[in-house]
């Protein structure tokens, strides 16, 4: 069926009174996503045969586990020497006539297309849909990055704005709005005419592509940094004018007291700065989730930041090609973490260079099944860098509980049941361990080396 086929019919549809709606947030999103994500190994310069080696493994090993979204990173319109591992990679205005350089392919609307070197099946105008049909083709789901507002490439040579009569990207760009860290973009003047049209233009192209989850991104960064608030409902709008629903997560470092804004717009968004594999940022994290894991559930779902277990930085963005500095026991506290809070999961190592720690921490249904299917996530209490954790099965047949050594030497625990709100006897299930253990009446008692973590589900 053609474009102008499906235009007509969905214009009889809407006439005859039966329009479909998009599933709601709550449906497209009930329970946190899981996946794998370029930034973590390859920066800003995943290749299209690093993204198929990925989903490939993912669609052997992992998706019967529940994991399913493939997404490409940033950049993926930039022409990057081959090999290179630059971050942020910037746009340069030549002396001679103010042209950017390097060029970016773009459509006669500005709208930016990959770079055919990196995404081979993309020339002749293909973009990415070669490769989000093979994703498909493997059961997985195609996820990308777009960066907040138009390219000023677009704004250089005035490109018309699909969807408007006259109306061109100099007309909306606000070239106060910046991002500090990537300077290929302008941000779009919501009061604009033609500034709706714009974001509906490129909501339109990805959808054409086969995207099924986007990563809108420099909608946030930090105190002194605005939230893009007209943008991310103008975003939100526009995926709202499709025929297939989208995922939509926010990026990054979300302001809590935009939090009601953020649920209203997308189905997850980043709640802390970018997370790397380092204890005293892991550490961080516990008191932010405490304050954000009330306000998950399903279609809102506050992002911890990828997993950093497994192979990254093998070109960029940050530190030299390494395995994970995390020790083991860091690793299983930091999923341990990620499960209870109900955190998206997104992989951001290398997947075809796990290792059994990897595999283990991935396929490990119980542990999915508390961040999957569970309610009611928060800590009960932090003592002495003694962190507990509880949330319930949706179910009703298990309390799971963690239990955090924060410190950096060895700690014996006693969790009383009370603090639980429970009483009677209960079984114990380890779940990393994947065994039973003695019930118990009153209370649960463990020593804990430093950093690490216990993982428990108890039931009757």
């Given at each position: 069926?053609?474009?102008?086929?499906?235009?007509?019919?969905?214009?009889?549809?809407?006439?005859?009174?039966?329009?479909?709606?998009?599933?709601?947030?709550?449906?497209?999103?009930?329970?946190?996503?899981?996946?794998?994500?370029?930034?973590?190994?390859?920066?800003?310069?995943?290749?299209?045969?690093?993204?198929?080696?990925?989903?490939?493994?993912?669609?052997?090993?992992?998706?019967?586990?529940?994991?399913?979204?493939?997404?490409?990173?940033?950049?993926?319109?930039?022409?990057?020497?081959?090999?290179?591992?630059?971050?942020?990679?910037?746009?340069?205005?030549?002396?001679?006539?103010?042209?950017?350089?390097?060029?970016?392919?773009?459509?006669?609307?500005?709208?930016?297309?990959?770079?055919?070197?990196?995404?081979?099946?993309?020339?002749?105008?293909?973009?990415?849909?070669?490769?989000?049909?093979?994703?498909?083709?493997?059961?997985?789901?195609?996820?990308?990055?777009?960066?907040?507002?138009?390219?000023?490439?677009?704004?250089?040579?005035?490109?018309?704005?699909?969807?408007?009569?006259?109306?061109?990207?100099?007309?909306?760009?606000?070239?106060?709005?910046?991002?500090?860290?990537?300077?290929?973009?302008?941000?779009?003047?919501?009061?604009k005419p033609g500034a709706q049209e714009w974001y509906n233009s490129i909501l339109q192209l990805y959808e054409s592509w086969g995207v099924d989850y986007i990563k809108l991104d420099?909608?946030?960064?930090?105190?002194?940094?605005?939230?893009?608030?007209?943008?991310?409902?103008?975003?939100?709008?526009?995926?709202?004018?499709?025929?297939?629903?989208?995922?939509?997560?926010?990026?990054?470092?979300?302001?809590?007291?935009?939090?009601?804004?953020?649920?209203?717009?997308?189905?997850l968004w980043r709640v802390s700065k970018d997370f790397w594999d380092d204890w005293h940022q892991l550490k961080e994290q516990f008191e932010i989730l405490a304050k954000w894991a009330?306000?998950?559930?399903?279609?809102?779902?506050?992002?911890?930041?990828?997993?950093?277990?497994?192979?990254?930085?093998?070109?960029?963005?940050?530190?030299?090609?390494?395995?994970?500095?995390?020790?083991?026991?860091?690793?299983?506290?930091?999923?341990?973490?990620?499960?209870?809070?109900?955190?998206?999961?997104?992989?951001?190592?290398?997947?075809?260079?796990?290792?059994?720690?990897?595999?283990?921490?991935?396929?490990?249904?119980?542990?999915?099944?508390?961040?999957?299917?569970?309610?009611?996530?928060?800590?009960?209490?932090?003592?002495?860098?003694?962190?507990?954790?509880?949330?319930?099965?949706?179910?009703?047949?298990?309390?799971?509980?963690?239990?955090?050594?924060?410190?950096?030497?060895?700690?014996?625990?006693?969790?009383?049941?009370?603090?639980?709100?429970?009483?009677?006897?209960?079984?114990?299930?380890?779940?990393?361990?994947?065994?039973?253990?003695?019930?118990?009446?009153?209370?649960?008692?463990?020593?804990?080396?430093?950093?690490?973590?216990?993982?428990?589900?108890?039931?009757?």
């Open positions: 069926m053609n474009k102008l086929n499906i235009v007509v019919l969905a214009c009889c549809i809407t006439y005859q009174g039966v329009a479909q709606k998009l599933p709601s947030s709550a449906e497209r999103a009930s329970s946190p996503p899981m996946g794998w994500n370029s930034y973590n190994c390859y920066g800003a310069t995943v290749t299209e045969a690093e993204v198929r080696e990925n989903a490939e493994y993912m669609a052997k090993n992992l998706k019967q586990h529940g994991w399913q979204y493939v997404v490409i990173d940033f950049c993926w319109w930039y022409p990057h020497p081959p090999g290179t591992g630059q971050s942020n990679p910037p746009q340069f205005r030549l002396p001679f006539d103010g042209s950017l350089v390097p060029y970016f392919e773009m459509d006669a609307y500005g709208r930016l297309y990959p770079d055919t070197r990196r995404f081979p099946s993309s020339a002749n105008g293909a973009g990415l849909k070669p490769l989000a049909d093979y994703i498909h083709s493997l059961g997985l789901k195609f996820g990308l990055h777009v960066m907040r507002g138009i390219p000023r490439q677009a704004v250089y040579y005035n490109t018309p704005v699909l969807g408007t009569k006259g109306i061109t990207a100099a007309d909306i760009v606000d070239t106060t709005s910046v991002c500090p860290w990537l300077n290929t973009m302008w941000g779009v003047n919501m009061q420099d909608t946030d960064l930090n105190e002194k940094y605005p939230y893009r608030r007209e943008e991310v409902t103008a975003f939100h709008n526009a995926i709202e004018t499709l025929s297939k629903p989208v995922t939509l997560s926010l990026s990054l470092n979300m302001k809590y007291e935009n939090r009601e804004h953020a649920a209203a717009n997308a189905e009330p306000h998950s559930g399903p279609g809102n779902w506050p992002d911890a930041d990828m997993l950093q277990i497994g192979s990254i930085a093998k070109r960029g963005p940050v530190g030299k090609p390494r395995r994970s500095a995390f020790t083991p026991d860091e690793a299983r506290t930091h999923i341990t973490m990620w499960c209870m809070v109900r955190s998206p999961l997104m992989m951001g190592g290398n997947l075809p260079e796990n290792e059994a720690l990897e595999m283990e921490l991935m396929t490990n249904d119980e542990a999915i099944d508390i961040n999957q299917h569970s309610t009611n996530s928060r800590q009960v209490y932090r003592n002495n860098e003694i962190c507990v954790w509880a949330s319930a099965s949706i179910d009703g047949r298990y309390t799971n509980v963690a239990i955090i050594n924060l410190n950096d030497e060895t700690k014996d625990v006693k969790l009383n049941l009370a603090d639980l709100s429970l009483k009677g006897k209960w079984k114990v299930r380890d779940v990393w361990a994947k065994k039973d253990l003695p019930a118990i009446s009153s209370a649960y008692e463990i020593s804990l080396r430093p950093h690490q973590s216990q993982l428990i589900r108890l039931y009757q």
